[in-house]
């Protein structure tokens, strides 16, 4: 008998000890609602796609959330599986230009609604388009949800 409650006191006091660690994993918080407006030079920049990568620690698995501008530069976050939204935490911001970019992740071509297709050709400069050089560091809150991006041609 001895025997049997001195394991079950370990078993539980491993069970106990699990539970409180959270198993190691961090519980990731997401913000539901992430939008803002994407600018050039002080001009909105349309037609163009919007990547937050979180910057967490190796290992960690996190969710990026992507969007692409509307004529006004006005994007709205969206994680996998269609959810709105980013993680709370801190992400590197990265630009690409055009459909093809919004094809290549699985978002709907621009125009394919009969919607007005915008013609902004502007180029987003180099740095913007890489995670690895990108300039734009960010922090998204639980509680803020507005996320102005503002490029210069020569950051």
Not at 105 to 126: H, S
Request: with cysteine; glycine share 10%.
């Amino acid at each position: 008998m001895a025997t049997d409650s001195g394991r079950c006191l370990r078993w539980l006091s491993t069970v106990v000890i699990l539970i409180l660690s959270g198993c190691g994993k961090p519980a990731l918080i997401f913000n539901d609602s992430v939008e803002g407006t994407v600018f050039l030079d002080g001009t909105p920049l349309a037609n163009v796609h919007v990547e937050f990568i979180p910057d967490v620690e190796r290992g960690v698995k996190a969710p990026s959330s992507s969007s692409v501008t509307d004529e006004k530069g006005h994007y709205s976050l969206n994680r996998a599986g269609g959810k709105r939204g980013a993680m709370v935490g801190h992400h590197l911001v990265v630009l690409l230009r055009g459909r093809g970019a919004a094809r290549e992740i699985g978002e709907r071509a621009e125009g394919t609604d009969n919607t007005k297709q915008v013609k902004d050709r502007r180029p987003i400069p180099a740095p913007y388009t890489a995670a690895s050089r990108t300039p734009l560091r960010l922090e998204v809150l639980a509680d803020q949800h507005t996320y102005n991006l503002n490029l210069v041609s020569k950051p």
